[in-house]
């Protein structure tokens, strides 16, 4: 290996896989191979400078890169207050940056909440990516969020959450037993000694490594062991797309212009079925902020549906732009049938705290839609709150 970079930028568009839902760029092995691997739960160590906030850094990149903000959404600590400041405008993030010990471990329960309410709805998505860069305050600081930290890793896998922990200290005080064997896979750069390479990588070898993002790659699980060099993203590069991320709004609620691509986007999700700005990036071959207004403008148009949770937006037209689903806004529309079903949800809904189009699914047998049509008349009528983001909407009128 050497200590020459490589470019994130030119990566991506050398080769990116498609083999995962969620891929994650390790850079390239001694022969000069590509090597991707799925995200997944992830322990980085390495002295100060020796590239592991700057891998952080490339998996966020990459993310913007190969997912919608419908399909991940980032959870970021920042121990240092100086990595994640500049992603506080994306429409990625899930809460804010969280920088002190209280707001971090907040976010973790929030995880553990998250966890829970997908397990009980039996939801697996869009996948959370929670990225904790110096995570020793938090651990010595706060004992709870081993705990936290240990629970996310075990449970989260399994509805689309994952964890990457990151610190400079090498120490089993913020590597602990119990976080080491619930996180088998490492990232190891350059350490100071033998016994740090010992701790995180059950062999000597890393206090040998070259820096400037020279790495070890080790599944403790599956003995996967691989030297690569990892690759370099720029403040530059990190600066522009964050920028063309936050610019890529809405003006006055509308987009000016349709797409030229847009009426070949509405015919190709019309006939697929399948609404979402990743669906259309590779299909087209186009970038997401492209796809992502194609989508918005969809919406916007009537032709598909607002998001709605974890769901699958609804398509709303067919080919011949028919309406696939009569969507009643007035109550008094209502058929005698739906006006009885509504009564009873609206009971229902009252009596358990549970507003979810999942939940009335499952309770009611009904379909989708129509569960999101009786949570919209619930909404109008003041019995439950407006959906903001992934929470669970409030119930407002108490037993």
């Known amino acids: 290996m050497n200590r020459e970079y490589i470019y994130l930028k030119d990566l991506i568009k050398e080769r990116l896989r498609e083999d995962y839902p969620l891929p994650m760029i390790l850079g390239k092995d001694s022969k000069g191979e590509i090597l991707i691997r799925e995200l997944d739960n992830l322990l980085i160590s390495g ?44 429409k990625y993030l899930r809460g804010k940056v969280n920088q002190n010990i209280e707001d971090s471990l907040n976010a973790l329960k929030d995880c553990l909440s998250e966890i829970e309410r997908r397990k009980r709805e039996r939801v697996r998505g869009p996948f959370i990516v929670i990225l904790v860069d110096e995570f020793a305050d938090l651990v010595i600081g706060e004992p709870k969020s ?104 809405k003006i006055d609620g509308i987009y000016r212009l349709k797409d030229v691509l847009y009426e070949d986007a509405k015919r190709v999700v019309i006939e697929s079925g399948n609404a979402t700005a990743s669906f259309l990036q590779r299909h087209f071959k186009i970038g997401y902020n492209q796809a992502a207004r194609l989508i918005d403008q969809l919406e916007l148009n009537g032709v598909i549906g607002s998001k709605e949770g974890t769901e699958k937006r609804e398509i709303l037209l067919d080919n011949k732009e028919v309406p696939l689903v009569n969507m009643k806004e007035d109550k008094k529309e209502i058929d005698m049938e739906e006006e009885m079903l509504y009564e009873e949800v609206k009971r229902v809904v009252i009596e358990s705290g549970e507003a979810s189009a999942t939940f009335l699914q499952r309770h009611f047998i009904i379909p989708y839609n129509r569960a999101c049509r009786i949570l919209k008349q619930l909404e109008k009528d003041g019995v439950v709150g407006h959906q903001i983001g992934e929470k669970p909407r409030e119930v407002l009128i108490k037993k």
């Open 47 to 90: 002295h100060t400078g020796s590239g592991k906030s700057v891998f952080l850094n490339s998996v966020i990149y990459t993310i913007f890169n190969t997912s919608s903000s419908e399909e991940v959404e980032l959870v970021l600590i920042d121990g240092k207050f100086s990595e994640f400041h500049i992603y506080e405008s994306i």
């Open 146 to 249: 081993e705990e936290y930290i240990c629970k996310i890793a075990k449970e989260g896998k399994e509805v689309g959450m994952y964890i990457i922990l990151s610190s400079s200290m090498a120490s089993e005080r913020v590597y602990t037993e119990k976080i080491r064997e619930c996180i088998p896979k490492r990232l190891i750069a350059s350490v100071v000694s033998k016994e740090n390479s010992i701790l995180l990588l059950d062999e000597e070898g890393a206090e040998e490594l070259l820096g400037n993002g020279d790495m070890i790659f080790k599944g403790m699980d599956t003995g996967e062991k691989i030297r690569v060099q990892t690759p370099f993203i720029s403040t530059q590069d990190t600066e522009k797309i964050v920028q063309r991320i936050s610019e890529d709004r």
